[in-house]
Every structure is written in structure tokens, then in C-alpha cells.
């Protein structure tokens, strides 16, 4: 894949990141998903799981400028985006996935719902909470659980992750 062609893929991701649609990614976007997914799985703010999920969403956040934030104006416009991304992330696409491990496994703890870790039921609602497609949320969901034991473990979801945020192999 060529360059031209990796950047535009990378570019495809960032309306993942901005939740609320209008041209940038920042604090907000993040804080917003986590207040989606505390209703979806009817979970207050004030609880531990809702506390680690807003302190993942932050910690994320900052991850995120620190790669992306060229200006430091607090705001990851599209072109920061890519350029972030290609720049920093193409060679080392667990990076992403490092930033993303606070908030990821808060969404882990809050989507296993009897303890015994998340199922593809449960990460394909986290993923239409965040902005992904029936279709393809439920297709990602069962493949994020790479060994077929009924439950996807932190280390699939990073993997997932980083595979489909910044590897040129996924679509």
C-alpha cells in the first residue's frame, strides 16, 4: 500500500474519534462516548466503573493530543489526525493501542456484566454506541474474539485496535 493510500485510510478513522461530527477531535469527544456507554450499559458516573471510564476517556484524550495536537490548541483537526498517525503510528501501531488501554479496559470492566469478561454480545453494543454500523459492529465484535472462548480479553480488543486504527492490512 502506498503512502497516499495508507493516509487515506487513516483519515477514514477520524470520524470514529469525532463523535459529535464537527471537524475536530477533542476532550469532548471522548467524554461523550464515555457518557454513551455508562447509559447503554445503565451505569451512573458516580460508580467505580463509571469513574474508571471517565479517567480512561481522559487519559485517552491526553494520549491523543500528545500524539496529534501539532498546535497544542486542545482540538486534533483531521490533518493532525493523519499526519499524527502516519507520522508516529505507522511504524509502531501499539502505541495507539497503548494510549488507548485505560479507556479500553474501563469499557471491558463496564461491558462484563456477570464477571466472567466481555462477550462479542456486549462489545458489538459498545461499538454501535460509538458510531459503528449493525452489521459491522456484530462482524468485528465476533472477530475481536480471536481464540473462540466466548469472551474477548483485553489483549484482543488492543489488538483489534491497533490492527484497525493504524495497520494498512484492514479495510
Known sequence: MDSAEYERKIASRFAAFDQDGNGYIDR????????????????????EKGQALYSGAEAFWQGMAGIADV???????????????????????????????PFLHAVI???????GGMTPAAAERVLR?????????????????????????????????????VTPEHP
Open 129 to 165: 454506541v460509538l458510531g459503528v454500523e449493525a452489521p459491522v459492529a456484530a462482524q468485528v465484535a465476533s472477530a475481536l474474539d480471536a481464540d473462540g472462548d466466548g469472551r474477548i480479553s483485553e489483549e484482543e480488543v488492543l489488538a483489534g485496535f491497533a490492527a484497525y486504527y
Open 28 to 47: 469532548q469527544d471522548f467524554s461523550g462516548a464515555a457518557a454513551a456507554l455508562l447509559s447503554e450499559f445503565s451505569t451512573t458516573a458516580r460508580c
Open 71 to 101: 498546535d497544542g490548541d486542545q482540538r486534533v483537526t483531521r490533518q493532525e489526525f493523519i499526519t499524527g498517525a502516519v507520522k508516529r503510528l505507522r511504524d509502531n501501531p501499539q502505541r495507539l493501542a497503548g494510549i488507548a488501554r
Open 109 to 115: 470492566a463496564l461491558a462484563d456484566e456477570d464477571g
